[in-house]
């Protein structure tokens, strides 16, 4: 079946401007996440969805900042003026119950985001 | 807070040897452990992973992973390695001591390269 499939696979930006970042998780997969990878490191939490809500927003840098997943499928994540430390690879992932701690994540390809 | 070491940068094997890629974690209590595979512009792939049972575990294109309760370790094995192994390789952690939180937190990763 389909994976997890993240548009668009690169977006270059200029300073300042606002983007959004989007995912479509597995079919039924209830539960979702986003990363961010830099450079030579490996994935680092952002934020959680279980269904609609998110669960865990612990991991976003600061208020430019924020995730939508409104009717529980494809999220959107979206930064506001974005800044040159916010270039990255964005990854999302998703599983079949969040609820079920033990379940592997299964990862999108991944936006790399440029911030000129 | 939970944290994966991976003191290996990059790994280097020749074709048919086998390979090791080592993996320390830390966390308040029981781990779940686990094994992504990233192959050059692509998302990370689930290798295996370990709950709770027997310490080997085996996973996806014969590999396989130890968990060490004493050393907190999980150490990534495959017995003859293949040129089409080379790649990058995350091991993350996920703390069980952590209610309501269901993110990885993953090493830095280490490169294995095969050599023909």
């Known amino acids: 079946g389909a994976g997890v499939s993240q548009t668009p696979s690169n977006k270059v930006t200029e300073k300042g401007k606002y983007v959004e970042l989007r995912c479509d998780p597995i079919s039924g997969h209830t539960a979702l996440y986003w990363y961010r990878q830099s450079l030579g490191q490996g994935p680092e939490f952002l934020i959680y969805?279980?269904?609609?809500?998110?669960?865990?927003d612990s991991g976003l840098p600061n208020d430019r900042f924020f995730a939508v997943r409104p009717e529980g499928s494809v999220s959107t994540l979206k930064i506001q003026r974005t800044e040159r430390g916010d270039s990255a690879v964005y990854l999302c992932?998703?599983?079949?119950?969040?609820?079920?701690?033990?379940?592997?994540?299964?990862f999108g390809p991944g936006t790399r985001l440029t911030v000129l | 807070a939970q944290s994966v070491a991976q003191p290996e940068d990059q790994v280097n094997v020749a074709e048919g040897n086998p390979l090791t890629v080592k993996c320390t974690y830390s966390?308040?209590?029981?781990?779940?452990l686990f094994w992504y595979v990233q192959y050059p512009n692509r998302g990370l792939q689930f290798l295996l992973k370990y709950i709770t049972g027997d310490n080997l575990v085996k996973g996806s294109y014969g590999f396989e992973a130890e968990f060490n309760k004493s050393q907190t370790s999980f150490h990534l094995k495959k017995p003859s390695a293949l040129v089409s192994d080379s790649a990058l390789y995350f091991c993350?952690?996920?703390?069980?001591?952590?209610?309501?939180?269901?993110?990885?937190?993953f090493g830095k990763g280490t490169k294995l390269s095969v050599i023909p």
């Open positions: 992932a998703s599983s079949l119950n969040g609820g079920a701690a033990y379940n592997e994540q299964f």
């Open positions: 969805f279980q269904g609609t809500g998110a669960a865990d």
């Open positions: 966390v308040s209590g029981n781990p779940y």
């Open positions: 993350a952690v996920r703390d069980l001591e952590r209610a309501g939180s269901y993110q990885l937190t």
